[in-house]
């Protein structure tokens, strides 16, 4: 190495030289005097005992002291680690390091450590030549990849590494894509990562000796993409998304493992101490050496590398992955948000180490092993993730990973495994329509040719939802559970429409409000914050016809199409405006598109909301007051408003889909009431109330049902007959008093899929049994561009799809409609999409 700096015209690095000392490979060439060579004698028996060889030449000089230290760690079955520290290397440095670099295979070092832990000025090209040129020796690499900027990162994720353990903390990945061959990978590292929000299909795809991951203080939070994810990683055995720390005096942390569940533990990683400088005259005039200089250089070495024998000589298969930082180790643009340190108490019957036998089975021995059965640890969650935050998430990872046997610090005992399923059994739907196993889409097709009942029906448990034999959906809802159950990443993209296609360049819409056509499948009508009511094929993403404002039109945030006459829709603006336009009596403008024809009705002041009756004779009409207007399509006039209903404003009226006279109505006061025109709705058919106001109410297909949505994610599904409790879905609260819950049916009557305005998430949820069947994540395709979920609809002619009105935080930014396909993977369906965008979503 010296030699090679002398080359280039490079001083040598001291650190790398302490390294070097560390590791016990260095060969020092000393030139002294004759008469010194007693000295030297004497100082081997009192200094170096057996790690030095004096080699005496012809002429009586020592030529060679060679320090040996490599051997005596193999003699003890230690491994002999060469510590590369790339704090503060520079280009310049590059060249002479990777000579040494490439012939480390032929030496006698066993395993080689990288580590950066500040900033580095070494270019990051130059720092993966140096680490892929250890090659199978590599160790440990443990980066502050911020470093080395995103080609580094994008390099190691498509190539891989060849190290056992990757520390990768404060990375800025967005979404994980390690496609790359991590074959020696054990144990990773991606604390911190404050960007990283999601994964790709397969990034752990390439790593079946994973064992070890963390992930905490990230930004990862949908349980079932996480999942799919781990699913590709067969050895893990440990995992953390938060630091679990017990902090009382009776008991440690929680992160050992007892002798059964002996799992990896990583080195140190700050086991490479500070070492005095040394001198490179010392090294580089070897003419100038004297005895002192020999006398305060070697047993410094050697009583260096006595101290750290311990800490360097664990064994590579077992890696201790309880790793804690020091805060002021964390830039502070990672310190984690208010309110996401946290306490639980634990009840103890044993030490961790005697959580479980070494069949796994529990220990009857540890109950009196150190610890009485009443005895409670108190533990504080730090540095958690928002998946943390998901209800039921600890049962979630054990029943999901059966091979994991700690999480977050904590050891997973059998009696934890078991508790486990049955919470998730209770809260989740692994598959939809209750199916327990997933089945090939080819079989179920065979069936259904040679009309067999299906496999998932051969019990004695009839389901309620799909008895067997009866139901014409039998084999249509085994292909969703089939198709359903191949990804947990659906497709998405945005409706791709803007003014470009009416000649308007700078032309973009802003959707507020979009609804379904009733019976032609592939229409769409959406209305914009301009007062622009726009029909769309959202099928081939084209404009069928454009309406414009013309003036008379603020935000429209009312829409609803007739039935009876499917050209026909009602429009409503928040200024109060309200026309009825025809889409097929209309005529062309200079572009081919065509404007419909248009009746107007009486203003409704403030207005909200509009729905037709099933007859589509009536619509009634709400807004920001207390009253409800009725008018009459036929006529043109409104015939009745009806006054003080509710206590404040109604925000959402609907008409039953079956009933032409019966309505139900959905306020801020709390309350949902059924009316009855037939009775002159002075007093409701009856009153159901939520403990919070009222979002929005919808009835169930057939109008058995009533799904009521509430400030902050309180579902519920109500009897329509009475009102009374049927189902509640129990979704999480934020505690925001401003977070506006939206609810509505898909697949007819069997999901409901829910949605608030200050949450990126929509919720699936089994209308039958109030079980989740899957979380759909939104991310902005820019960092730190958030979305929000403003409206939503089920598609009413294709099973698990649905529409999401879409939202940015940012005030500049523009809402989307964003369609959803929960059948269809979004890595299938990458290049095969025509005209959308996969996810993220093009801006409209």
Known sequence: YIESCRRHGVAPRTGFLSALFKSGILVLLLRVARNMFGIML????????????????????????????????????????????????????????????????????????VLNESSCALNGEYALVLIRSIDQKLRIVDLQDLSFGKDFLRDVSQRGLQCQVLNLRSSHFRKLNLVGEFLRLHTLNLDYSTML???????????????????????????????????????????????????????????????????????????????????????????????????????????????????????????????????????????????????????????????SNQNGEESSEGAISGHVADVSFKYISEHASPICFEQHYREFMIASIPQLRVLDNLPIRNIDRDMANLTFFKHFERLPY?????????????????????????????????????????????????????????????????????????????????????????????????????????????????????????SVLGLCWLKHFPSRLIAGSDN?????????????????????????????DQLTSVHVNSTDELFLASGYSKNVALYDINSGRRLQVFTDMHQEHINVVKFSNRSPSIFATSSFDQDIKMWDLRQKPIRPCYTATSSKGNVMVCFSPDDHYLLASAVDNEVKQLLAADGSLHLDFQIPATGSSQNYTRSYYLNGKDYIISGSCDEHVVRVCCAQTGRRLRDISLEGKASGSSMFVQSLRGDPFRPFNMSILAAYTRPSSKSEIVKVNLLASSECNKESSSGGSSFPFNSM
């Open 42 to 113: 004497n100082s081997s028996k009192l200094f170096f005992s057996d790690l030095f060889e004096a080699v005496v030449g012809k002429e009586g000089i020592i030529s060679v002291v060679r320090y040996s230290a490599a051997d005596v760690k193999k003699s003890r079955h230690e491994l002999c680690v060469l510590e590369i520290l790339l704090d503060h290397v520079k280009d310049v440095d590059f060249h002479p390091l990777l000579e040494v670099t490439t012939r480390i295979g032929d030496s006698e070092i066993e395993a080689v450590d």
């Open 197 to 355: 929000s999601s994964f790709r299909e397969d990034c752990f795809s390439s790593m079946p000796n994973l064992m070890c991951l963390s992930m905490c203080e990230t930004r990862i939070s949908n349980l079932w993409t996480t999942i799919a994810a781990l699913s590709k990683l067969p050895s893990l055995v440990e995992l953390r998304f938060q630091n679990w720390i017990c902090c009382n005096d009776v008991g440690s942390s929680g992160s050992s493992v007892g002798d059964d569940q002996t799992g990896p533990s990583q080195p140190s990683n700050a086991s490479h101490l500070e070492m005095p400088p040394i001198s490179l005259n010392l090294l580089i005039d070897l003419d100038v050496m004297t005895e002192q200089a020999i006398r305060n250089l070697l047993p410094f070495s050697m009583n260096q590398n006595f101290q750290n024998a311990n800490e360097d000589s664990s064994d590579d298969s077992e890696v201790d992955f309880s790793i804690h930082l020091e805060n002021d180790q964390l830039d502070s643009s990672h310190s984690a948000p208010p309110g996401w340190n946290r306490e639980i108490n634990l009840p103890s019957e044993a030490t961790s180490a005697a959580l």
């Open 434 to 554: 209750r199916r327990s196993d997933k089945e090939s889409v080819v079989s179920i097709l065979q069936k259904r040719e040679i009309r067999a009942i299906p496999s998932s029906f051969r019990t004695q448990k009839q389901m309620p939802m799909d008895p067997v034999g009866k139901s014409q959906h039998s084999y249509a809802r085994s292909l969703c559970a089939a198709k359903m159950g191949s990804s947990a990443w659906p497709y998405m993209h945005s409706l791709s429409i803007s003014g470009n296609d009416l000649g308007d360049e700078n032309g973009s819409f802003r959707p507020r409000q979009f609804e379904y056509h009733p019976t032609n499948s592939s229409l769409m009508v959406f209305g914009t914050l301009d007062g622009e009511v726009v029909v769309v094929n959202h099928e081939k993403q084209k404009i069928v016809s454009y309406i414009p404002s013309f003036g008379t039109m603020n």
């Open 576 to 604: 109060g405006s309200l026309k009825l336009y025809d889409i097929q009596h209309f005529p062309s403008t200079s572009n081919g598109l065509r404007t419909a024809s248009s009746v107007t009705f009486d203003e409704f």
